[in-house]
């Protein structure tokens, strides 16, 4: 002790607060005292088994690894197509679609509100055309697809079912996810057309739909990513996506299915941040919250019901275009997370996403370092190997219990469609967004290269260049097409669809005869905004 008291003088005083991104206080050391009320066998259980804490499957990564899922999409079908084809090549085990913001609000490449965004933050896709020309000599039966579209997932969706049909193969062979998460988009992406109740409408007879025609698919996405990347914590990532899936369970249920009939094919969507064992406790979280909220809440008894199956990608917001190559050691970490909570597929962000579209450099150094922890590190050969870590089981149990005090306020409020017409998830992310960028810059989060260990000289970063070609192939394209279709089937399919969101058919089937056709996106959701009308976010207080 007396050498001890000799040194104490000559420390510092400790005047640094240690919080998680989220903001719970980080102590020194944990022990079994910060662990009374943990009870292992209640709330942590074996790997698939309820409530799942420890990972929805048995064996996990032993018995397969994750799904390497790289997000890729620019310019043409034709362009991206050349793409997917390079990943699976690389090594990639899932194709995963973005989309162009045209797209995603339901317009052709040719509107006038398109010019200038066609191509460039994902693939244009204006017709069955197009997405013949994306899955080119990729057999759709062989791959899983996961496809971010939300607004428009049941049309886009209907032409990967054609087109799936084309290639001769059977719909109940197809495996893949639509995000098909309206709901975020409200609160966090904003890449809405129809407001929230018709919405759900949509939403519940993609789910009727499925059941009967596409068992394999995930019906649904629900996607906290979005909500991280607008400037949530993650506990209020948790939160809002976990209470987003309640909400959709509520609507299957009073659409009149069974919850054991949809819930299986239900599928979450996680950001990956820079807090190494806040994001492995999200994860672990997550998972024994849905499972007890589908037995307790919901009365489900098959256990695929209670799985919460995750789909994760490295957080983009955390990205810097202050000395890129950091961005490197940061997926790194994000995806070593990613793996240690139990994702069941992950997407890794490239260096250069700060700039542009990753170019082809780049996304094969974001995969390879999926494949380097998958196959060096060790990681995938034990099952949760922080289970039982007094540090990370506190950290789980604080989340849980955070998460279900905003479930509690949500439910006063009438349910998160009540809540988001109030705008509540909007304030609370927009008020932590602006608390992380005031401790930035406060230094109280330090960003290196950012706000610390600054350098003047930045390395020059290739960058992924998408020009007007896109745009000008596709307006072709799209004048070529109404030539050549049958315009008066087209017209004649369209007009069923209206009548169907008029009355209370199930949209799918019109839809698909629309598809069928070769009536373009836009004319399919302008034949919704007829019937729905679009939906214009309020300003709130």
């Known amino acids: 002790m007396k050498v001890l008291d000799k040194d104490l003088p000559q420390t510092p005083p400790e005047t640094r607060r240690f919080n998680s991104v989220s903001g719970f206080p980080i102590r020194e050391l944990y022990s079994k005292e910060d662990l009374k009320n943990f009870e292992p066998e209640r709330d942590l259980g074996q790997p698939g088994e309820y409530p799942y804490t420890r990972g929805v499957y048995r064996n996990m990564y032993r018995g397969r690894l994750w799904t390497m899922r790289q997000f890729a999409g620019f310019g043409t079908a034709e362009d991206t197509n050349l793409r997917f084809r390079y990943l699976l090549d690389q090594g990639q085990t899932g194709l995963s679609v973005a989309f162009d913001y045209p797209t995603l609000f339901g317009y052709d490449s040719d509107h006038p509100l398109a010019y200038g965004e066609v191509g460039r933050c994902g693939v244009a896709i204006d017709s069955l055309a197009d997405m013949e020309a994306l899955f080119k000599n990729i057999p759709l039966e062989q791959v899983t697809t996961s496809m971010t579209t939300n607004a428009p997932a049941a049309i886009i969706w209907s032409m990967y079912l054609v087109t799936a049909e084309m290639q001769g193969v059977d719909w109940r062979n197809l495996a893949g996810t639509i995000q098909n998460d309206i709901l975020k988009e409200y609160i966090a992406q904003k890449t809405y057309i129809f407001p929230p109740r018709p919405s759900m409408r949509i939403i519940t007879d993609i789910l009727s739909f499925a059941c009967r025609n596409v068992p394999r698919w995930n019906t649904i996405s629900i996607s906290g990513y979005h909500i991280r990347e607008a400037g949530s914590t993650a506990i209020q990532e948790l939160a809002f996506t976990l209470r987003d899936g309640i909400e959709y369970v509520e609507h299957g249920i009073n659409a009149g299915l069974d919850v054991d009939e949809f819930a299986p094919r ?65 997926v790194a970490l994000q995806a070593l997370a990613a793996v240690l909570g139990g994702t069941q597929s992950l997407h890794t962000n490239s ?5 542009a579209l990753p170019t082809e450099k780049a996304v094969t150094l974001a995969l390879r370092t999926q494949q380097i922890i998958a196959h060096e ?26 998460c279900l005090e905003y479930f509690r306020r949500i439910d006063e409020m009438g349910g998160m469609i009540a809540a988001i017409e109030r705008g509540f998830p909007q304030r609370e992310i927009q008020e932590s967004s602006y608390q992380f960028v005031k401790a930035v810059e406060r230094k109280e989060k330090i960003i290196v290269g950012v706000n610390d260990f600054v350098t003047e000289k930045q390395p020059s970063v290739d960058v992924l260049v998408i020009d007007d070609t896109a745009y000008q192939h596709q307006c072709a394209k799209l004048s070529k097409l109404r030539a050549e279709r049958d315009n008066a089937r087209v ?18 089937s019109p839809i698909l005869e629309c ?7 836009g004319e399919m959701c302008d034949a919704l905004r007829s019937v729905f009308g679009e939906y214009r976010e309020p300003l709130f207080d």
């Open 266 to 330: 239900l599928s979450f969507f996680f950001d990956v941040h820079n807090d190494f064992f806040e994001e492995i406790a999200k994860f672990r979280a997550a998972r024994r919250i849905w499972a007890r909220v589908m037995k307790e809440r919901f009365g489900a008894r098959n256990p695929r019901s209670l799985l919460c199956r995750t789909h994760a990608q490295t957080a983009g917001v955390s990205l810097t275009a202050q000395q890129p190559y950091n961005n490197v050691v940061r």
């Open 351 to 355: 260096l250069d996403e700060t700039f």
């Open 377 to 402: 590190s060790g990681v995938p050969n034990t099952i949760d190997p922080f289970g039982g870590s007094y540090f990370v089981e506190n950290l789980t149990n604080e989340m849980e219990e955070v």
């Open 491 to 508: 017209q004649a399919h369209l007009a069923s669809l209206k009548r169907a969101a008029q009355g209370t058919e199930n949209l799918l």
């Open 515 to 521: 598809v069928r056709s070769y009536a373009t996106l």
